[in-house]
């Protein structure tokens, strides 16, 4: 039974619970990003609309709309709109998305080093194997950037995207060790899933993927294997296209400067080597200069020391356990080079590379960081195993200890508030979500941010016109008027590349810079309307690159499922 795969994967599924046992009760809690449920609940009225793909939102943007999900990654949202339409409250979603979070990505990190142990190691003992991809996972997971994630800036995106970080990793080391046809499509699926959950994420974990791929077919001299796992990725960026291609032709058509400017200067929020290795200090607060700088930034202390460990293990072992030693030893160097991209030292890179400004955070290449030192962290049970398999035993119990006792009164909130979907989505709270990050993603026609809610109805600059019915949709607003003398209307809608304005079903020509009785132009869409009883309707369409990345995604989709239903053939065959 303690040599069954099952029985460990239950066990790291139990050793998981407290990190995140606090979320299960009635209510919510504070967190720094306090647009998970908003964003959550913009998704479901999507849903309700069929408006799939989902890329804008009607409420946010003080309610004037808004292109939220075709610049922000909406694959974990979607996820919570499928369980609020399964009942489930909107906070309850968000809630479950955190608990989910902790659960896959501690899973996906002992199926991988489970899997990379079990290829790799010449013995192929339980000890040696199952008993280090066990402590990576625990490493992984109780590490003061996973609370930080959740309990301090509820950065559910980002927190979601260490799910996929060992999933690749896993994918390409099957794809290279065994050539099987199912891991071109997990491969596929996973860069997918990682470039919809968070694009800085992607761009930042790229490399390390691409150098696991380059090291091991390098040390394995399977070159023939690099066909598939290009057509692995061409295929997951493909399957995310609907999204990707949008964020990066059409990205001047919003804001987006206020993503590098202010607070989010990345030169502010370098961290110090006392910060990263030593301090233990769990704060709520903020980094940068002129904040509290109360904000845990840290490599975790434990596993940075049981990688060092690794490291000048994988010397001694470098005859006897080759490949294992010479990944680890790459990977400590580039883990390095990861830690240093995050202290002030690194700002001529950064300077030099204006891209990784959109980062905001040099302290965002922790998730690289600790996705490596759990790997590294790793391979210490591993070598220790095969010096003395008792000494290994020992060695993980004392290290998880170690971690509990510094690390897990960290996993739980500042504060909870017993408040329902009701309480979220009204009053106080609704009217802060309405306004937060209003600037994020701002068409580009508004000047400024509205200093005010939308109306319910549109506006008549001139004219006379009265409006008998009116609706707000996800995408598109749609309305009877009885105009009694030639009228200007003006939208309750920011314009934006895509939008349409029909007038009895016939498109009519619309503007966004009449702003008469605005203290600035907020860019709405404004059009004539003749004298008469009148159906009008604007609504978001896909603008050609939209609908080539849809086309692309589709038939990306169709590969895969046919790839797919051919490996169920053969596997039908075959038994």
Known sequence: MLRSYKFWIFL????????????????????????QAMRVYQMFRCFQDFQIPCRWVPDMGYQYGYPQFLYYPPSVYYLGALLHLLGIQIIDSVKILFILGYIFSTLAMFIFLKAFFDGEAKEKKFVSTTLPAFFGAML???IPYKALEVYVRGALNEFWSLVFFPLIFWAIYQLINKKKLKYIIFLALSVASLMLTHNLMTLIFAPLAVFWC????????SWEVFPKIFLGGVLGIGLAAFFTLPVIFEARYAHLETLVGGYFDYRQHFVSLSRLFISNNFGYGSSGFGQDNNLTLSTGQIQWVVALIGLVLSFVFLKKQRNIAILIILFSILELGVLFLIHQKSSFIWEKLPILAYLQFPWRFLTNSIFLLSFLGSATAFFISKI?????????????????????QF???????????????????WEKQLTISIFD?????????????????????????????????????KGDIEVKENATIRLPLFDFPGMEVTVDRKKVKFWHDDCREQEYCFGLITFNIEKGRHEIEAKLFDTPVRSISNIISLVSTLIVIGLSFKLLRNEKHST
């Open 214 to 221: 380059l090291a091991l077919l390098i040390l394995k001299k």
């Open 140 to 142: 992984y997971t109780y």
């Open 441 to 477: 993603y701002l068409p580009i026609y508004a000047k400024l941010p509205p200093n005010h809610k939308a109306p319910d109805l549109p506006e008549v600059l001139d004219g006379k016109a009265e409006f008998i019915a009116y609706k707000k949709g996800s995408n598109y607003q």
């Open 12 to 35: 790291t599924l139990i050793f998981t619970i407290p990190t995140f046992y606090q979320l299960i009760r009635p209510g919510f809690f504070f967190m720094q990003d306090d647009l």
């Open 388 to 408: 003395n398999t008792s000494l290994a035993k020992i060695f993980v119990i004392f290290v998880l200890l170690g971690i509990s006792i510094l690390h897990i």
């Open 411 to 429: 996993f739980q909130p500042k504060e909870w508030f017993g408040i329902s979907d009701k309480d979220k989505f009204s009053g106080p709270f």
